[in-house]
């Protein structure tokens, strides 16, 4: 049977990961590796935290990108309005509510994982062999630990 719980621990509070993460993010948007940058780009289109709505702007202007505009895209996917609501409720949350963004930066590279169509199968899953459980958009990963 697959663990259960988190096959991480972490001393760094949500609100400070997210800090961490987007500072990568960032870096990635910035980047001259479209591979790289365009996902970045991509994500802060659809959450319309930049004066530009269309992506070939963005990419032109994408030196100029600052922590803040990932942060606010960081805080929009997670449904709070700005970073300052975010960062204010975040830390008060599981570490599950960002597991996706862990694992987005291979935080669960060194475990088995095994990728299903929805949480629901997932769940379905988990409940006759274990592993911890991390939504992904419309997917969910199980991570894989022995007990």
């Not at 870096?27 to 970045?40: E, F, G, N, Q």
Request: a negative charge; glycine letters at 6%.
């Amino acid at each position: 049977m697959w663990s259960t719980s988190c096959p991480i621990s972490s001393s760094v509070s949500n609100s400070d990961y997210l800090r961490e993460h987007a500072r990568r993010l960032l870096r990635h948007a910035r980047d001259d590796d479209m591979s790289a940058s365009m996902p970045v780009l991509r994500r802060l289109l659809a959450a319309q935290v930049t004066r530009t709505d269309r992506l070939s702007d963005l990419h032109a202007i994408r030196a100029e990108l600052q922590l803040k505009h990932l942060l606010a895209m960081l805080a929009a996917e997670l449904g709070y309005v700005n970073w300052d609501a975010c960062k204010g409720e975040i830390d008060a949350q599981p570490g599950a509510a960002i597991d996706h963004y862990r694992l987005d930066a291979g935080a669960f590279n060194d475990f088995e994982m095994n990728w299903f169509a929805s949480e629901a199968e997932a769940l379905h899953w988990q409940r006759g062999n274990g592993g911890y459980i991390v939504r992904y958009g419309e997917q969910a990963v199980a991570i894989l630990k022995r007990e």
